[in-house]
Every structure is written in structure tokens, then in C-alpha cells.
């Protein structure tokens, strides 16, 4: 069941933690990627839908990332130093709002993974932070890109090195690293770190914001 979930995640579906437990968000899943393939949506693994899923899975194989290029030669040279804001929720809304003077950071809420990605290819920005509000997400949830075949070592190092910060603040929320090939993860060019949310307390929401606006201040002086 874990391999299921993380071809599904390889491929776009979010089946939440990778934990070999079939649970709702699993379930979710398999039921997008059926529909998606014109697959009756019954959400089993059904002989159709597993053929597909192989087929898929052969298809995208051998498909070469700019993202591990660019990773096996550092950080991406040609970036300008900016940072792209995307996704939504609180978390997002509050970080925007406190760096939205800054010259070197994007915002862009509230819009599609496709239209972000697009942006931040376009703009070749050094970093892209994706934000995402889940009523079943419980702390904080840290994605960066990861299939069967690689992994981005700075999105892994970049979200590792935050979750270290974020579990070090009093009272901090409960922070989970997991690499995913969720669409804003497998379709950007750069190092992009997903932040999927629940509720987290007021009293620490202004750490959290501080912790991550050190972390984009760090990529914009660091590409000066």
C-alpha cells in the first residue's frame, strides 16, 4: 500500500503521510488519478486501474527534471535572488503581507499550481515557497520534490533545516518532512518547499512567520 501511495504522489495525487495505511485522503487520490485517466471512479485498485498506473509510471520513467540538474550543479547560478509566495491560506496571507514591500519577493495567491509554476519558471526566482490551509493536517507539513528515481537534495536540506527551526520555537506546532511529486513540487524548475497547515496556535504564528521570513531573506542575500 505505501508503494501505491507513493506512485500516486509521484504522480500529482496527494495521498496524504506515506504511511502504507489505505485512509481518506489515499482513497481521494486513487479516485482523482481514475478520473483523471477516464477510469470508473470506484476507488479500488482495480486490474484497469493498476495497468494505467504501470503504463503511467513507464511513460514518465525516463523523463529528465530540471530541477536534479540543477541540484547536482548547486544553487541555480542564474537566479535573480527573488522569491515566489503562492498557494493559500492564513500562513500565506500573513507572510505575504509581512514582505510584500520587499522588491525581490512575488506574491501570487490564491491561483492555480499551474499558473505559480509558470511565474516562477518565467522569472527564473531562486526560491518557491507553496502554501496550503488542510483542516486534516495536524502542525505543519514540510513537502519537497521527491519520485522513485530522485529527489531534490536543496528542497530536502531547505525544508529539513526549517522544520529544525520551527521545532525548536516554545510551544511550537508538530512539523513533518516528506518528500512528494505534488503538481507545484514536480513542475517548477527551482527549489520549492510546500507548506500544507491546520490551525496553528496564535501564539506561535508570529514565530512562524519569522522563522520563514529569515529563511527567504537568506535566498535573496545569498543570490546578491
Known amino acids: 500500500m505505501a508503494e501505491l501511495q507513493v506512485l500516486l504522489a509521484q504522480l500529482g495525487f496527494n495521498p496524504g503521510r506515506i504511511d502504507g495505511i489505505f485512509g481518506p485522503q489515499s482513497d481521494t487520490a486513487l479516485r482523482e488519478f481514475q478520473s483523471n485517466r477516464a477510469l470508473e471512479t470506484s476507488g479500488a485498485l482495480t486490474r484497469e486501474t493498476l495497468q494505467e498506473l504501470t503504463r503511467v509510471r513507464a511513460t514518465n520513467a525516463g523523463r529528465s527534471l530540471v530541477t536534479d540538474a540543477r541540484d547536482l550543479a548547486g544553487f541555480n547560478p542564474q537566479a535573480n535572488g527573488s522569491v515566489l509566495l503562492c498557494g493559500e491560506g492564513f500562513l ?97 524548475k527551482m527549489t520549492t518547499v510546500h507548506v500544507e497547515h491546520g490551525n496553528v496556535a496564535e501564539q506561535v504564528l508570529h514565530q512562524v512567520i519569522t522563522a520563514l521570513e529569515g529563511l527567504v531573506t537568506q535566498v535573496i542575500h545569498r543570490s546578491e
Not at 124 to 130: E, P
Not at 141 to 163: N, P
Open 92 to 188: 500565506a496571507n500573513a507572510l505575504a503581507a509581512s514582505l510584500i514591500s520587499s522588491p525581490s519577493v512575488h506574491v501570487l495567491l490564491n491561483h492555480s499550481h499551474e499558473k505559480s509554476a509558470d511565474f516562477a519558471n518565467a522569472h527564473d526566482v531562486a526560491l518557491v515557497l507553496s502554501f496550503q490551509a488542510l483542516d486534516q493536517v495536524e502542525g505543519i507539513h514540510l513537502h519537497y520534490w521527491a519520485s522513485y528515481l530522485a529527489h531534490s537534495r536543496r528542497g530536502e536540506l531547505l525544508a529539513s533545516s526549517l522544520a529544525s527551526q520551527l521545532a525548536q520555537l516554545p510551544d511550537g506546532p508538530r512539523v513533518e518532512v516528506t518528500g512528494m511529486a505534488l503538481p507545484i513540487l514536480r513542475e517548477t
